[in-house]
């Protein structure tokens, strides 16, 4: 089963920064969280991922809690071209896999 | 970042038949790879990670003899889906990886139909 639950849909106006909120209460200390997306019929596009501190790179930032119980991921200027599925993912660190919820549909509009 | 490439990109096969998917690493070294499966409007399954030169292990619920996985060198592994049936019919994904295994790199996906 997953580890992380999303809300199943969002909208956000093209522009504004898009939030992503992320629920990951039974996360482990060395378990990693992972952003990706999944444009439709396309294979999953790699964001960002953090441990404790909080991450930024060209794509986006990553704001875990302290308590590391959950996370938002920050696509600061959305563009049309962000609509996709979101995914966090937690990595689980006894055998590295990753354990797919089902997403975040995240949709820009104009 | 680190590319993965697959192919085919899609296939239609007529129900019975044997398909092969490969899976490759083009610029990096994939001790682990990783194999989903991805149902319309669905998340991705893991189907089951393979580790060069030895078995793969598979997830609960899939057939190993059905899906056979091959990871015979660093940049390849393949997936075969035998006597295939339209139940089958589905989004493949690999993934890739390196040594530290904290990262994983996808492929584009193969996208099967089976008649």
């Known amino acids: 089963d997953a580890k992380t639950t999303q809300p199943p849909s969002m909208d956000c106006a093209e522009g504004r920064a898009a939030n992503l909120p992320c629920n990951h209460s039974?996360?482990?200390?060395?378990?990693?969280v992972y952003w990706y997306r999944q444009i439709h019929s396309q294979g999953p596009q790699y964001i960002i991922h953090?441990?404790?501190?909080?991450e930024t790179n060209e794509m986006a930032s990553l704001i875990i809690t302290e308590d590391r119980k959950s996370s938002t991921l920050i696509l600061p200027h959305a563009t049309l071209r962000d609509t996709a599925v979101y995914y966090c993912?937690?990595?689980?660190?006894?055998?590295?896999?990753?354990?797919w919820g089902a997403g975040t549909k995240l949709i820009i509009k104009p | 970042g680190a590319v993965v490439s697959q192919h085919p990109s899609w296939v239609i096969c007529k129900s019975g038949t044997s398909v092969k998917i490969e899976c490759r690493s083009l610029d990096f070294q994939a001790t682990t790879m990783f194999w989903y499966r991805q149902f319309p409007k669905q998340s991705l399954m893991l189907m089951a990670t393979?580790?060069?030169?030895?078995?793969?292990?598979?997830e609960q619920g899939v057939e190993k003899d059905k899906f056979l996985i091959n990871h015979a060198s660093l940049t390849l592994s393949t997936l075969t889906v035998t006597s295939a049936h339209p139940e089958d019919s589905s989004f493949y994904i690999c993934?890739?990886?390196?040594?530290?295994?904290?990262?994983?790199?996808f492929g584009p996906g193969t996208r099967l139909t089976v008649l």
């Open positions: 393979s580790n060069e030169g030895s078995k793969a292990t598979y």
């Open positions: 993912i937690v990595l689980l660190d006894s055998n590295y896999q990753l354990i």
């Open positions: 993934s890739a990886s390196g040594l530290q295994g904290i990262e994983q790199f």
């Open positions: 039974t996360i482990s200390g060395n378990e990693y």
């Open positions: 953090g441990l404790k501190n909080n």
